[in-house]
């Protein structure tokens, strides 16, 4: 076990709603990075945050905001969620933003309806 | 365009065998590379990594071989059991960026056969 923390477990949305995914970082680990995984596939990065402010984004729509606290944890938000948007979401923690080793959580899989 | 893709999406082989997963990338920039293994509801959890100044580097039971002029690597499984039965991603570090972002390819499935 790694230490990465995700909740919920699981979660079913009707389209058109918000969503809010939290993440707790592995102790010590000041950056996290989400990552969206569709059924069969690789994950995709949607983007990173370090000491509380985003570094980087994927090709994501701006409907995907996040959060990091100074505590380090993290949230993942989606607006007005799309069919397309179910999936796996991991979190990943990492001691800095480039080479540090990144530990995944085990992931909140969204359903929407 | 950037992609890192893994040549078969299953592959099965009898315990005891020895397993090789392969990986091609096309970034020839690229300098860091990762496996991980991912089981079934379960995120992925790092098994090696290698940087582009090796070509190979061995752990527990796994070797990572890079080939950086047809830009390929591959995991080698000694001794494949059961447990090692799980998606296999390789993931290339993106060097142009100040994030160190992961680029997956789409996964092999390793089924072990007992």
């Known amino acids: 076990e790694t230490g990465v923390t995700q909740s919920p477990t699981h979660l079913i949305k009707t389209r058109g709603q918000q969503v809010t995914l939290r993440c707790s970082s592995q102790?010590?680990?000041?950056?996290v990075s989400w990552y969206q995984q569709a059924l069969g596939q690789g994950p995709q990065f949607i983007f990173q945050?370090?000491?509380?402010?985003?570094?980087g984004r994927g090709n994501f729509p701006p409907r995907f905001s996040g959060l990091q606290f100074p505590n380090y944890s993290s949230e993942l938000n989606v607006n007005a969620l799309e069919l397309d948007d179910s999936a796996l979401y991991l979190c990943?923690?990492?001691?800095?933003?480039?080479?540090?080793?990144?530990?995944f959580g085990p992931g909140t899989r969204l359903t929407v309806t | 365009g950037e992609s890192v893709g893994l040549h078969l999406p299953t592959l099965s082989v009898q315990e005891g065998d020895n397993s090789i997963i392969n990986c091609a990338y096309s970034?020839?920039?690229?300098?860091?590379f990762i496996w991980y293994k991912q089981e079934s509801g379960k995120g992925p959890q790092f098994i090696i990594d290698?940087?582009?100044?090796?070509d190979k580097r061995q752990g527990q039971r796994v070797t990572v071989l890079l080939n950086k002029t047809v830009k390929h690597l591959s995991l080698q499984i000694a001794a494949t059991q059961p447990g090692d039965s799980a998606v296999y991603f390789c993931?290339?570090?993106?060097?142009?960026?100040?994030?160190?972002?992961?680029?997956f390819g789409q996964g092999t499935t390793l089924q072990v056969k007992p």
């Open positions: 993931a290339e570090v993106d060097g142009s960026s100040n994030t160190g972002k992961l680029i």
């Open positions: 990943a923690s990492s001691l800095g933003r480039v080479r540090g080793e990144q530990y």
């Open positions: 102790s010590g680990h000041n950056t």
């Open positions: 290698i940087r582009s100044n090796m």
């Open positions: 970034n020839s920039a690229s300098d860091y």
């Open positions: 945050y370090y000491r509380e402010e985003e570094n």
